[in-house]
């Protein structure tokens, strides 16, 4: 409906021409201030649109009180419904030609909040279908290490590990209704011609208190606004999430300082068998699993078989879509990782987006050849991009959370010139990527760091695979590997893949997939 189909339906053409927008805003103010019952205000929308003449019942009566129409007005409005001009009106209300007009353009700037506020009603809608719509039949680790307590919350992870189910989630729990708590996803058409201030605004003005945005990577200045809304609305308390990519302490605004930020990462072996229905277990600690004087078996129901599912768990595990469709899991997958690097990289700072074929085929020789100590020149030699932004195209990567850069113990990681190896993310990648099947090996050590390093800093020791935090070293490894490379540390633990439950200094692979 265009601004002029808008005043045609309330101001015919007898209106004086000096009536002008700004005169509309400035009177609107009054309507701003005072909330809005959005049942009460779609249905009078409706009637607006489709010319119906509202019926005088008691709910009119209550409308107008509610809206700051007063009973003439009301009348006033039912006689427009009837397109009747001013003259008309005055004659049948017995009223001036002037007091008429008067009443008019209060009306009509109520009528402009109300059309201009239709987009609104649907974004609130689309919350409450969502809200309404999502199973809380599992939650993700990370709803329970998260205080929702704070006034703004930033969720941040790759695209397909269920951001926006976590928020949802924690939405339905709430139990308030969406005028007063509503989700809000940034990529929405209604963020192209409205500012997110303005639409926090409205939320705020008509009673809101929980503000939930989602994708605000793709809203333009998002941290900008964000800080003013936080600023702004004291009492409105604000989460958003967005994808790994983002990073609040490069953004305008300093909304690091304000932010309590939190990363979501892929399902937990431990995650995957409940969302599965499989066994609802506990979460063990890095202290849990390698202590030698703890019968770790007593955190399992007796005839729990940790193996049967581990497997499966390595190839479709990782993201929780594979709940919906296995079949076509590894096409989505596909499908994902161009998304990322056509889509979600371009919010990256420094990336040139035209460059995205180029770094979807240095995505795809490194899949082939993980783990692996990279060679700069001879992988812009490959792939066609130049040695000096080689290093920026793998840290482009490790952002998306596409791969994992392992770095040397000791050094500090600002210092480096490279990795030491370079890893997929996740075990569901590396068979959705590889052109051959991936060797068991290649699995192990994927599985491994990604699972370690969601509560852990993970290094590349000297002797073993991995060193925690610079304290305990981690050997990976098959059913005939032994203890050789890391004798005499004192802090060391072999871990096998053939293994049900620990052994002295032996630890099984899939514990590792219960830290989180």
């Not at 890095?286 to 499966?312: A, K, V």
């Amino acid at each position: 409906m265009d601004d002029h189909s808008k005043i045609k339906a309330i101001v015919i053409d007898d209106e004086p021409e000096a009536l002008t927008r700004m005169e509309y805003i400035l009177e609107a103010f009054d309507f701003l201030l005072k909330p809005v019952d959005i049942d009460e205000l779609r249905d009078t929308i409706e009637r607006y649109k489709n010319k119906i003449a509202p019926q005088p019942d008691e709910k009119l009566k209550r409308f107008a009180q509610a809206h700051h129409l007063t009973e003439r007005e009301v009348q006033i409005v039912e006689l427009l419904m009837q397109n009747k001009t001013s003259k008309e009106i005055g004659e049948e209300l017995e009223l001036s030609r002037h007091t008429v007009d008067t009443h008019r353009r209060r009306i009509l700037v109520y009528y402009y909040f109300c059309t201009n506020n239709c987009a609104m009603i649907e974004l609130l809608e689309n919350s409450d279908r969502l809200v309404q719509g999502v199973s809380c039949d599992f939650k993700r680790y990370l709803t329970k290490k998260i205080n929702w307590h704070n006034r703004l919350i930033g969720i941040k992870g790759a695209r397909g590990t269920g951001k926006t189910t976590i928020v949802l989630q924690w939405l339905k729990v709430q139990g308030k209704p969406v005028a007063k708590a509503a989700y809000f996803s940034l990529d929405d058409l209604y963020f192209l011609t409205n500012t997110l201030v303005d639409t926090a605004k409205s939320f705020f003005q008509q009673g809101g208190q929980i503000l939930v945005l989602d994708e605000v990577h793709k809203y333009p200045q998002w941290a900008r606004e964000i800080k003013i809304v936080y600023d702004r609305f004291p009492e409105l308390q604000v989460i958003f999430t967005g994808s790994s990519i983002i990073d609040i302490s490069r953004q305008e605004g300093d909304l690091s300082r304000r932010a309590i930020m939190y990363e979501l990462h892929g399902l937990s072996y431990r995650e995957y068998l409940e969302m599965n229905g499989i066994m609802k277990l506990p979460i063990l600690n890095l202290n849990q699993i390698t202590d030698g004087n703890l019968s770790i078996q007593n955190y399992f129901p007796s005839g729990f078989r940790p193996l049967e599912s581990f497997n499966n768990y390595l190839r479709y595990g990782y993201y929780p879509f594979s709940r919906e469709d296995i079949p076509g899991y590894f096409q989505r997958l596909q499908q994902l990782i161009r998304l990322i690097v056509e889509y979600d990289m371009a919010e990256i700072k420094g990336f040139d987006i035209r460059n995205a074929k180029k770094m979807l085929q240095l995505l795809y020789v490194v899949a082939q050849q993980v783990p692996f100590k990279p060679n700069l020149h001879k992988l812009s030699e490959k792939c066609g991009i130049h040695r000096n932004s080689m290093g920026n195209y793998i840290w482009f990567l490790e952002e998306a959370r596409l791969i994992r850069l392992l770095h040397p113990a000791g050094i500090s990681i600002a210092t480096l010139q490279k990795p030491e190896k370079i890893f997929l993310n996740n075990t569901s990648l590396a068979y959705a990527m590889a052109s051959v099947m991936p060797s068991i090996g290649t699995i192990r050590e994927i599985f491994a760091f990604s699972q370690l390093t969601v509560n852990h800093e993970v290094r590349f020791p000297k002797s073993g695979d991995f060193e925690l935090d610079g304290k305990i070293v981690l050997e990976i490894g098959g059913k005939n590997k032994d203890t050789k490379q890391i004798s005499g540390l004192s802090e060391a633990y072999l871990v096998k893949d053939d293994l049900e439950f620990p052994v002295s200094k032996v630890i099984p692979l899939w514990l590792l997939g219960f830290l989180y």
